[in-house]
């Protein structure tokens, strides 16, 4: 069974960080993973992703120079850190897995990880 663990989450202000970590048990540590995010009102948002290898990064342009994604491969973790978090962030956050950056960002997803609430206050 595939298995998407994440930690991490919870309330933060305007102008602050978080950090999120997702790590997967069951599946190739070759595979591509990434985070999506969906908020109240809104649908599920593509937020980033990085590829098997970790050489290739992609980002929703709403966080990109904000978020950072990064993997471990050793421990089959990958990491997102979040800086300058605005209202707009808040939402509950998803790991993924795919066979490449490219088809998580096109919303073709192998596996969910079961989410993580993050609040941002002004």
């Known amino acids: 069974q595939v298995q998407l663990d994440e930690s991490g989450g919870g309330s933060v202000q305007a102008g602050g960080s978080m950090y999120l970590s997702c790590k997967a048990s069951g599946t190739s540590s070759t595979y591509a993973m990434g985070w999506f995010r969906r908020s109240p009102g809104k649908e599920r948002e593509f937020v980033a992703a990085i590829s098997g290898s970790g050489d290739l990064k992609l980002y929703a342009d709403s966080v990109k120079g904000r978020f950072t994604i990064s993997r471990d491969n050793a421990k089959n973790t990958i990491f997102l850190q979040m800086n300058n978090l605005e209202f707009m962030d808040s939402a509950v956050y998803y790991c993924?897995?795919?066979?490449?950056?490219?088809?998580?960002?096109?919303?073709?997803?192998?596996?969910w990880g079961q989410g993580k609430q993050v609040a941002v206050s002004s």
């Open positions: 993924a897995t795919g066979e490449l950056a490219t088809s998580l960002r096109a919303n073709r997803v192998l596996d």
